[in-house]
């Protein structure tokens, strides 16, 4: 798409119908973001802010998948392989699949957000979360935090 775009970025912005209008958004939106369709490329699954905290903190299956901090929307976003929506059920969680949208910025770019920035920034590679892995994280690992999080 552009000269500097990493191959994250090339990513991100093909699950839209027309990546120019991303990159776009991300040169010119002020806060350097544009909304990107799940469902597509990826899906994601929405977690809490405290829940990505504890998933940070410790190793876990999101380590290496895609994981987007939201201050804002006072939530996460784990990007997994498209079509886990459709089947995902789980507590304090909230899948996100077609018909969705997430304000997501570049990856790679230099530009500051402290509020909506990529904890760990997709390769472009289109490695996602395993979906069973995450559940099984959330719900065994992490089951006594559960209590005490906000749902999404």
Do not use: K
Request: hydrophobic share 40%.
């Amino acid at each position: 798409m552009t000269p500097e775009a990493t191959p994250g970025a090339e990513w991100i912005a093909s699950a839209d119908p027309d990546p120019r209008h991303v990159f776009d958004q991300w040169r010119t939106h002020r806060l350097h973001t544009a909304l990107i369709p799940t469902g597509v490329r990826f899906d994601a699954v929405a977690v809490s802010l405290e829940l990505v905290h504890l998933m940070t903190t410790a190793p876990s299956p999101v380590d290496t998948a895609p994981l987007l901090y939201d201050e804002f929307g006072q939530r996460g976003y784990v990007l997994v392989p498209p079509g886990t929506a459709d089947s995902w059920h789980l507590p304090s969680t909230r899948p996100l699949g077609r018909g969705s949208w997430v304000a997501m910025p570049e990856p790679g770019a230099q530009r500051w957000r402290p509020h909506l920035r990529w904890v760990v920034a997709p390769d472009g590679s289109g490695t996602a979360a395993d979906p069973a892995a995450l559940r099984d994280y959330i719900t065994v690992r992490l089951r006594p935090a559960l209590r005490e999080v906000a749902p999404c």
